[in-house]
């Protein structure tokens, strides 16, 4: 028996009598033996939210397999295009169905049919979860239907519940609550391994998709960690949020998702850029302002990006990155540029408020523009309810059993031993430098009311240091992009750690600094697999994998989810999604292909995961707490007692 009375004290309120707590042990040593749930492992959203829905919605690719499966010989292709449109997208598909339904007057009889094949799909699912955790998923005002429908004792009840429901306009709910019910069943948690936005078109819907799912989890990446400072007010994060937002036309995440007006960076292109050609900024994609003023918007958030930067990276010598404030390099002309003492002519020389003896120091114009549009960003509700959840579901790392998941790397040398860097007066690396970064971040949002200091600073220093586990290269070359044509002067050398995965052992060790076994599988995003150039997402050591596979439509329309099941890790490679409207006119569904990576001998039930040993715990405790009423440690209450 434990011996913390604080710990029989807490279940003691929560179970009040010893039947209560036997009750609860002995639910808890049956679910065991259920098989592990299935887990959803996704990277690099990038702001594509419609894609990601979907992916959501088809539980990668598993829902149609599960009615070929269950329904298939009963339907004809025709019904079956329906159903699944009506899984995926019910409200869209509904509405598109319902004259037709309705005119044929078979509404009673659809929405009968429909929810009793969704049913069958239900049963199905809901085999490997515990009732209450079922139940828990059950909308409250189909509760009773749900019920009666899983059953299946009482059809003509059923139908006079769903008649009732039709006289105020109801049962169509009944529908897409169970299609709900079913995308929640199909995925017991979903994991999504970073970088929510940036070059797609609205990472606040990436967001609202991802709150509305029952059980999900965040590690962040680099791009996360610029949204997270922009909300703060921090100037290099704020800009470069901006920079990017600008650069592939995405500026009405900002203005109609979080209400960021553009209008203080509109006033001061007109009022210091109103006749640059711009010509190295011109935006990606398209978009409803001229594509010219949105490079010259793009240039002057540029601009500013580099001198806050540069006043940031003085302000941390310890970084030793000197050499990339590059400003005061910069010839007094404006014709070239010292880099790494090689002078580098300027593609762009019109630099109008780029004070050769203060090159860091804002122009009024500037600073009024960054003022305002700090107080935009700090100020808005929208923005502060997304960080906040990113905040309380993310972290830097987790694992699930011997599957260890991060967003980008572990930062080693060339000889594969992990580099350190001092944080908060301590030199870290490894895991200690993961964890480490854990808390500054939680720190620096849980400070935001009262000043921006360095932990802020290190928000910019997780999206583009040399040493940070979620950026993994030597720089970031914005600069020479812009300003300079050698290419050489472009590159971005990435960590040796991503030449290293495809070494088996070198995997194993880095397993081992996060508690894993041997078994140890290693999951990365963030760097985008080149299937056309010939990389393959799984590592040549086999105990690798990376799973950004260009999700973005900036990348390639693609993308990866990894999927943990009872008997085998699954890889599953996207292809481009063509929308909704398509879905439901051609069944332009995204079928995945499937690779399997890892199979298992025997299909692995709770027990057999570290949830299994949390729960073997748990019980221990709830056994404590009934010998603790037995022998008069404590004292149990009726259930209805206050305490």
């Avoid at 979080?258 to 006749?275: F, K």
């Avoid at 010598?317 to 002078?343: F, K, N, T, Y």
């Avoid at 999700?551 to 890790?569: C, K, N």
């Amino acid at each position: 028996m434990p011996t913390d009375r604080s710990t029989l004290r807490a279940l003691a309120a929560q179970f009040p009598t010893s039947d209560a707590a036997i009750a609860e042990a002995a639910a808890l040593r049956a679910r065991l033996s259920l098989p592990m749930g299935v887990v959803h492992v996704i990277s690099d959203i990038h702001g594509e939210d419609a894609k990601l829905r979907h992916v959501i919605n088809n539980a990668s690719g598993r829902l149609r397999a599960l009615v070929d499966d269950i329904l298939g010989p009963r339907l004809s292709p025709q019904d079956k295009h329906e159903f699944l449109a009506v899984l995926y997208y019910p409200r869209e598909a509904i509405n598109r169905l319902s004259h037709g339904i309705v005119a044929r007057g078979d509404r009673p009889g659809w929405v009968f049919r429909t929810l009793s094949a969704q049913f069958e799909i239900i049963k199905d699912l809901r085999k490997t979860y515990r009732r209450v955790h079922f139940e828990r998923l059950l909308p409250n005002w189909y509760r009773e239907l749900f019920i009666e429908m899983g059953s299946g004792q009482r059809p003509q009840y059923v139908k006079e519940l769903l008649a009732e429901l039709a006289r105020y306009d109801r049962d169509w709910g009944a529908v897409r609550a169970a299609a709900r019910l079913i995308r929640n069943l199909a995925c017991d948690e979903l994991l999504v391994a970073g970088d929510l936005g940036d070059r797609g078109p609205r990472m606040d819907r990436v967001i609202d998709t991802l709150r509305r799912q029952p059980n999900v989890n965040l590690l962040w990446g680099n791009h996360d960690m610029i949204w997270i400072g922009a909300h703060l007010g921090h100037e290099p994060c704020m800009l470069t949020t901006l920079r990017f937002s600008a650069r592939y036309r995405r500026l009405s995440q900002l203005e109609e998702g979080y209400g960021v007006i553009m209008a203080p960076i509109e006033r001061l292109v007109r009022q210091v850029y109103a006749d640059d050609p711009a010509e190295r900024f011109m935006p990606k994609g398209e978009g409803f302002r001229d594509a010219q003023v949105v490079a010259r918007m793009q240039k002057a958030i540029a601009v500013m990006q580099f001198k806050s930067e540069g006043q940031m990276l003085a302000r941390h010598p310890e970084w030793g990155l000197e050499h990339r404030r590059l400003l005061h390099r910069i010839s007094r002309d404006r014709s070239s540029v010292d880099l790494a003492g090689v002078a580098h002519p300027m593609l762009d020389t019109h630099l109008p408020t780029l004070n050769p003896d203060d090159p860091y120091a804002y122009s009024p114009d500037e600073q009024a523009c960054i003022d305002r549009l700090k107080e935009s960003f700090t100020r808005s509700m929208r923005l502060r309810e997304h960080v906040e959840w990113m905040i309380r579901h993310g972290a830097m790392w987790t694992r699930r059993d011997d599957v260890l998941i991060f967003h980008a790397c572990v930062p080693v040398d060339d000889s594969g031993q992990p580099l350190s860097i001092t944080v908060d007066g301590k030199s870290v690396s490894g895991r200690e430098l993961f964890d480490a970064m854990n808390t500054v971040v939680r720190r620096a949002v849980r400070k935001r009311w009262f000043a921006l200091d360095s932990d802020a600073d290190w928000l910019w220093y997780l999206w583009g240091g040399p040493c940070s586990p979620l950026f993994g290269k030597d720089k970031l070359a914005t600069f020479e992009t812009y300003f300079v044509a050698d290419k050489n002067a472009h590159k971005e050398h990435k960590n040796p750690y991503f030449d290293l995965m495809h070494n088996a052992d070198f995997m194993k060790r880095i397993g081992r600094l996060f508690g894993c076994s041997d078994d140890v599988l290693v999951v990365n995003g963030h760097v985008p697999v080149k299937i056309e150039k010939g990389e393959q997402p799984v590592k040549r050591g086999g105990n690798a994998v990376t799973i950004d596979g260009a999700f973005s439509q900036a990348y390639g329309d693609r993308g990866y989810t990894l999927v943990l099941r009872p008997d085998r890790i699954d890889l599953c490679e996207h292809s481009p999604f063509r929308g909704v409207a398509a879905v439901l006119e051609s069944d332009a569904d995204i079928l995945p292909t499937v690779t399997t990576i890892r199979s298992y001998p025997k299909p692995r039930t709770i027990a057999d995961t570290d949830k299994g040993e949390d729960l073997r715990g748990r019980i221990a405790d709830l056994e404590a707490l009934v010998s603790a009423y037995e022998v008069g440690i404590e004292r149990e209450h009726d259930a209805s007692m206050r305490w």
